[in-house]
């Protein structure tokens, strides 16, 4: 989830023609400008919307109609080409026709739940959405919308933007993308179920690690007996082993992450070809690599130590004669 | 420091067994002198190793007290203990105990290097024990590369690495063929002959017949004791 998003939840009424958001920071731009000056990767103040196609390609005009982005899947899947204009309409019956313009296609932005499923999104201009799906016994201007998202150009500037909303608007509240409703559902389903994996994964390797180690550490019965015997002293051995059982937990985990991060690109590139999608199925960051290291290392420790506490409490005569 | 090295009062040693527990040394009291020379013979089972063990500061006593150069061994921790293994106790095995990954000459310097002898220097001292031993030659083999007798003269020079006071050995000569056995045998007198107090426990009359001391064991206890 992109951390640039902020979510603006306006119960107030918007004025038809007026971008919410655009007057609280000159940065927020609305998309027409980003059309006029050309700009690639300029802001956006849009609505997000799934809205029916009713006809199909039609010719260009003279008259320029309002101008639209679809995503790169409908584009793909109905045979828009930028610059085409299409007809749109809410869906509701006997709701009329709009004509557009297609003038880009858009990233959509993955969405887990929705894998598998190609977008149909269409990105336009509030005030042609709200022209588009006003019925029509609402006047103009009385139109209710529950939220927009808004990218910024600047991310770091999200907690400023989203106090200057909350200081300056009454009635609406600026959230960060974590907070708005719904925003984050999937995403904390998601990370519980990973959660869930890395539990089940870690205990597994424990009991996997800590057989190795009683393996390992039993396979030195006669060395260590032969050791406590010569004079060397059981915290010595202790921390012999220990470190031995921490290197190799820790050479492990950093082999697993090497493995991990080789493939990382493998595996992202197959599951984004297989849906279609520009979903991140795995991504090792640095937070996840230092907590695997961590995790193995104090792991590996403990399994060791354990593992040895049993052995050492034996004399060195006892082990020594196996 | 007293001439005496290590003194049992009136030691015993039980082992606590589901069947109940067997006492494998009785009340024994024995010391061992600087530069002594001493053999416990006696049947099979009659406590020979376990009293060793304990001289040695393997095995503690169940009862009675034990001394190393004036102080009570059951007061020390395994620290101390360990130490007191490390530098003044050497101990031959009849199975040798060395490290099988480790080459003769590794074998020798471990204790030294454990307790803290610079690289260089414990290169010398095993060079200079293998020598002693007459295995120079055999220096960089393996324990599996070497023979019995070589391996026991092996476990010899590692046993001498840290210039222990006491020597024990328990049938150092058990594994051996009769040449072999005195070639071992040969070794352990010039090892006492040269100070350092030698306790040898044997079946072998022969080995036994060398030492100026011989204590018979019976039962657990010291039955019979000949000095010459
Ligand atoms: N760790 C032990 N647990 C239980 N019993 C033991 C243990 N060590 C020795 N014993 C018992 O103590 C008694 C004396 O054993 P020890 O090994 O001292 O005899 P030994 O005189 O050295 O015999 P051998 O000549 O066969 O080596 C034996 O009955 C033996 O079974
Ligand atoms: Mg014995």
């Known amino acids: 989830m992109s951390l640039t998003t902020v979510s603006a939840r306006v119960p107030a009424r918007v004025p038809e023609g007026g971008h919410p958001g655009c007057c609280y920071n000159p940065r927020v731009a609305p998309m027409h400008t980003h059309r006029r000056r050309g700009r690639v990767a ?22 320029q109609p309002p101008s639209i982005l679809i995503a790169r899947q409908l584009a793909a899947l109905e045979g828009i080409a930028v610059g085409d204009e299409v007809e749109l309409t809410s869906g509701e019956p006997g709701s009329a026709t709009r004509r557009f313009r297609v003038i ?73 993308p974590g907070q708005a409703a719904g925003a984050g559902d999937t995403f904390v389903v998601l990370e519980r179920f990973h959660m869930a994996i890395a539990t089940v994964t870690i205990i597994a390797a424990t009991v996997f690690l800590l057989a190795l180690t009683v393996m390992l550490v039993d396979e030195r019965r006669a060395t260590v007996g032969v050791l406590r015997l010569i004079g060397f002293p059981a915290h010595r051995i202790l921390v012999q082993v220990l470190i031995e059982g921490v290197v190799l937990a820790g050479a492990g985990a950093l082999f697993g992450l090497a ?58 005569l006892r082990l020594a004669k196996r | 420091m007293s001439d005496v090295i290590v003194d049992a009062a009136n030691v015993s040693r039980a082992f606590e067994m589901p069947a109940g527990a067997v006492v494998a040394v009785r009340d024994v009291t024995l010391s061992i002198a ?47 203990r360990s130490r007191l293994r490390l530098r003044q106790i050497g101990f031959v095995f009849q199975r040798f105990y ?37 295995l120079e030659h055999r220096a960089n083999h393996r324990p599996s590369q070497l023979s019995g007798g070589e391996m026991q003269r092996v476990a010899i020079a590692r046993a001498l690495a ?19 056995s005195e070639q071992v045998a040969v070794l352990l007198d010039r090892v006492n002959a040269d100070g350092t107090a030698l306790v040898i426990v044997t079946h072998d009359p022969d080995l036994a017949g060398r030492a100026r001391r011989v204590l018979t064991m019976k039962d657990g206890q010291i039955e019979q004791e000949v000095t010459r």
């Open chain 1, 42 to 63: 300029g802001s956006v103040v849009a609505l997000s919307c799934v809205v029916i196609l009713a006809g199909s390609v039609v010719p260009a005009q003279e008259a």
């Open chain 1, 104 to 176: 880009g296609t858009y990233e959509p932005t993955p969405n887990p739940l929705q894998l598998g499923v190609a977008s149909r999104g269409i990105r336009m201009h509030l005030t042609d959405l709200l022209a588009l799906t006003r019925d029509a016994a609402t006047p103009a201007g009385t139109e209710h919308v529950e939220g927009i998202t808004i990218a910024l150009q600047d991310p770091d500037s999200t907690r400023a933007f989203v106090n200057d909303v909350n200081a300056r608007v009454v009635g609406a509240f600026a959230l960060f």
């Open chain 1, 259 to 316: 493995l991990a991060v080789a493939s990382e690109g493998l595996i992202n590139w197959f599951f984004q070809w297989r849906y279609d999608t520009a979903l991140i199925f795995v991504h090792v960051t640095p937070t996840v690599a230092l907590a695997c290291v961590a995790i193995a290392v104090h792991l590996g420790a403990v399994a060791t130590a354990t593992a040895s506490w049993a052995l050492l409490r034996s004399g060195g």
């Open chain 2, 34 to 80: 600087q530069g002594e020379h001493a053999a416990i013979s006696g049947p099979s089972g009659c406590g020979k190793s376990t009293l060793l063990h304990m001289l040695g500061c393997v095995d503690t006593p169940s009862s009675g007290t034990l001394c190393f150069d004036g102080s009570d061994v059951s007061t020390l921790d395994d620290r101390a």
């Open chain 2, 98 to 134: 060395l490290l099988p990954m480790l080459s003769a000459a590794e074998n020798v310097e471990l204790p030294q290097a454990e307790a803290g002898a610079a690289k260089d220097v414990r290169r010398l001292r095993s060079i200079e024990l293998l020598e002693y031993v007459g």
């Open chain 2, 162 to 180: 840290n210039r222990p006071r006491l020597l024990l050995a328990d049938e150092p000569t058990g594994e051996l063929d009769q040449a072999t």
